[in-house]
């Protein structure tokens, strides 16, 4: 372990992201919770969860990048139990499970090469990898905990969950996967356009974001399969910045007009912009509309799949990029429709949250600095590709602003679906049925009464783990 490693390549991108994303999470925690006691609690697991996000980029082993991992999961889970607590089990026990996976893969990693050492994992134990750091990144199928946890923590918490603790899954898919693996691009294609096509339908603003997160996870896993390390990074950089503050703008009009109900919210934009600007501002950017960083980014993961790809990858990719403008158009425009109801009424006064908004633009500040207008910078990922209208931005601005507004207006007929969208596989996250329900019974470690015990039993596992080996 060394603190050299933070300043590596391709940890630095991920240094700076935290750096912004924890600095931002405790001012807006400041105004989110109204209570001492939860502002106080909350700068404390802040300031565990930026001990363990040092740690797991300055490691420079498995082990103790899992250990410092599980101290990140245990200082969001505690984070995300504030508002929910069953969201918060759901995510703990999700993530303790990938820990579990990774430390299996670990052991198998130091019975084959004699080392724990970051580094390519050997072929017989990839597969543990894969599937522990699949659950941290939301793989499909295996992101049940995603939607749930992202759309019912406190904003300052979703913040860093989108931000950063996501993150960390691509980041151990680069160390142990730097060469090309196919099994890896195939994934993150099918993971980015599902993810864009879950977010079109719910009407939860955060649930739309949760959805995009996995969205973009996709096209950085894609971007990991492909060997393009370096593109991942610099994705996960950009994506920190914008996720960062479409979180905490949605935590701004949540706070302000008592809902995230995007058809209760119909013409609040209107009468407040102050509390929606923000949001709309962060939704441009996110968008991947020619020249942003999103933009840029999204291509350039496309061109490294090479021209030996098959024809549907791209075209999934591109597509997935494509229903970024429509689902981000479903979360804004109706904030500017006419209304004649009263919904546009703040619940609080309008005042305290300029200053948040102001924060939160402060962040869409260095997204435009990572902007494709600036030619110095990701330079090395400017690439061209002829499958996509990149080479033309205004061809590509006007295909991405008609496959917005098609997805708005076809949205906007849809009257039947509920607030938190589609169903997705919520059997996972059911206390009342399913596998969580058959655990629950077999050890009632789930029992509230019993949490913090298995909680600590499950870390002191680990460090007795960590020792003996």
């Not at 940890?11 to 807006?28: D, E, H, K, Q, T």
């Not at 894969?130 to 759309?151: N, Q």
């Not at 974001?209 to 393009?228: K, R």
């Not at 200053?355 to 500040?365: D, E, G, M, Q």
Request: glycine share 10%.
């Amino acid at each position: 372990m060394s603190l050299s490693n933070l300043f590596d390549g391709i940890n630095a991108p991920f240094l700076a992201a935290g750096l912004v994303l924890y600095i931002s999470a405790v001012i807006s925690g400041e105004w989110y919770f109204k209570a001492p006691g939860e502002r106080v609690r909350f700068r404390v697991l802040v300031a565990a969860a930026s001990a363990g996000s040092i740690g797991i980029l300055s490691s420079g082993n498995w082990l103790l990048f899992v250990f410092f991992l599980e101290i990140l999961t245990l200082s969001l889970w505690s984070m995300i139990s504030m508002k929910e607590p069953r969201a918060a089990l759901v995510y703990l026990l999700s993530q303790l499970a990938a820990a579990g996976l990774i430390l299996v893969g670990t052991a198998g990693v130091y019975a084959h090469t004699g080392s724990l050492a970051i580094g390519p994992v050997p072929e017989p134990w990839r597969v543990f990898f894969m599937a522990g750091f699949g659950i941290k990144a939301a793989f499909p199928l295996l992101h049940f905990w995603l939607p749930e946890a992202h759309g019912k923590a406190p904003s300052p918490a979703s913040a860093l969950l989108s931000g950063f603790a996501v993150k960390t899954g691509i980041l151990g898919l680069i160390r142990a996967f730097p060469e090309p693996f196919a099994p890896l691009v195939l994934i993150g294609t099918v993971m980015a356009f599902f993810g864009a096509f879950m977010a079109v339908f719910p009407r939860d603003i955060k649930r739309v974001l949760a959805y995009s997160t996995m969205s973009h996870l996709g096209f950085m896993t894609a971007a990991v399969g492909a060997g393009s390390g370096e593109i991942a990074a610099a994705y996960a950089f950009s994506h920190a910045m914008i996720k960062g503050n479409l979180f905490i703008s949605a935590g701004i009009v949540e706070k302000t007009f008592g809902t995230r109900d995007i058809f209760a919210l119909r013409g609040s934009g209107r009468l407040h912009f102050a509390a929606v600007a923000a949001l709309t501002a962060g939704a441009f950017f996110a968008a991947g509309l020619p020249g942003t960083a999103s933009y840029l980014l999204k291509n350039s993961v496309i061109s490294s799949l090479g021209h030996t790809a098959p024809w549907w990858q791209p075209f999934m990719l591109t597509a997935a990029g494509m229903m970024a403008a429509g689902y981000l158009l479903n979360i804004t425009a109706p904030l500017f429709f006419r209304d004649n109801s009263k919904n546009g009424t703040p619940k609080h006064e309008e005042g305290g949250n300029i200053i948040f908004a102001v924060l939160s633009v402060t962040i869409l500040l260095l997204v435009i600095a990572a902007d494709s207008f600036f030619p110095s910078i990701l330079h090395a990922f400017r690439v061209d590709t002829g499958f996509t209208p990149a080479s033309d931005k205004l061809e590509a601005f006007i295909a991405s602003a008609a496959a917005g507004l098609i997805i708005l207006l076809a949205r906007l007929r849809l009257k039947g679906i509920p607030e938190q969208g589609l169903p997705d596989i919520k059997i996972c996250l059911s206390m009342d049925e399913g596998p969580l329900y058959a655990f629950n019974r077999v050890s009632g470690c789930c029992h509230p009464g019993r949490l913090n015990t298995f909680v600590f039993v499950a870390l002191v596992f680990l460090v007795l783990l960590m020792l003996t080996l």
